[in-house]
């Protein structure tokens, strides 16, 4: 079954670093998301891309985060400078009949 | 503000009985509902989705819509032990494919 794939598993960085987060999408999907989940939270929606372009972004998804494709099958989100409360984990996905998850990246930002 | 509320639990079932999750939505623009399933320290797994008004089976699960009354559940039949985890609804409204998720309840069988 085609599935989501996402690394690093787990990523440790300092306050104030940047770090990049890859995904790669089921091949034939057209939307991509990236989610993220604070422990003991909710699923928060960050940012949709579609035809290669942002189509949607939340509150949270301000100017210290961005996505790139950069080739035709990773998506990665970006964030510049983090903070601490970016400590979640952050998920992947993309559309089909329903979205397909990754298996996520832990952030912990010390 | 759109919003997806949901029992946080736990909600404790015996083996072989019937589980019953509910959750409400507060955006009459959503469409399509989703029910996933996430045990601790994974991912959501989509079970099924749902978007028409009335019930929709798929093996021992069935979802249930009523758009009237802004209410979906999903009901698990002959809970089985594996079926312990958190389950999460979400909606998602037409032409916005994003997901909204409620805070998920946590479901337990007792063997």
């Known amino acids: 079954e085609p599935e989501v794939t996402q690394t690093p598993s787990h990523q440790v960085t300092q306050m104030g670093q940047e770090v990049i987060l890859r995904c790669v999408p089921i091949?034939?999907?057209?939307?991509f998301y990236w989610y993220r989940q604070i422990l003991g939270q909710k699923v928060e929606f960050l940012v949709s891309f579609y035809n290669n372009e942002i189509s949607e972004k939340s509150e949270i998804f301000d100017d210290q985060f961005s996505v790139e494709r950069p080739d035709g099958s990773n998506f990665t989100l970006k964030i510049r400078s983090t903070k601490l409360e970016d400590s979640a984990m952050y998920f992947c996905?993309?559309?089909?009949?329903?979205?397909?998850f990754g298996s996520g990246t832990r952030l912990t930002v010390v | 503000q759109k919003e997806v509320e949901q029992n946080s639990g736990p909600l404790s079932v015996p083996e072989g009985a019937i589980a019953s999750l509910n959750c409400t939505y507060s955006?009459?623009?959503?469409?399509?509902f989703f029910w996933y399933r996430q045990y601790s320290g994974k991912s959501p797994e989509l079970i099924m989705f749902?978007?028409?008004?009335g019930d929709k089976e798929d093996g021992r699960f069935t979802a249930q819509l009523n758009k009237a009354s802004q209410y979906v559940s999903l009901l698990i039949r002959d809970s089985q032990p594996s079926d312990s985890a958190t389950y999460l609804c979400a909606a998602e409204n037409f032409g916005n494919e994003k997901l909204t998720f409620g805070t998920g309840t946590r479901l337990t069988i007792i063997p």
């Open positions: 955006d009459r623009g959503s469409q399509s």
């Open positions: 091949s034939n999907h057209l939307y």
């Open positions: 996905a993309s559309r089909g009949q329903g979205s397909t």
């Open positions: 749902i978007y028409s008004n």
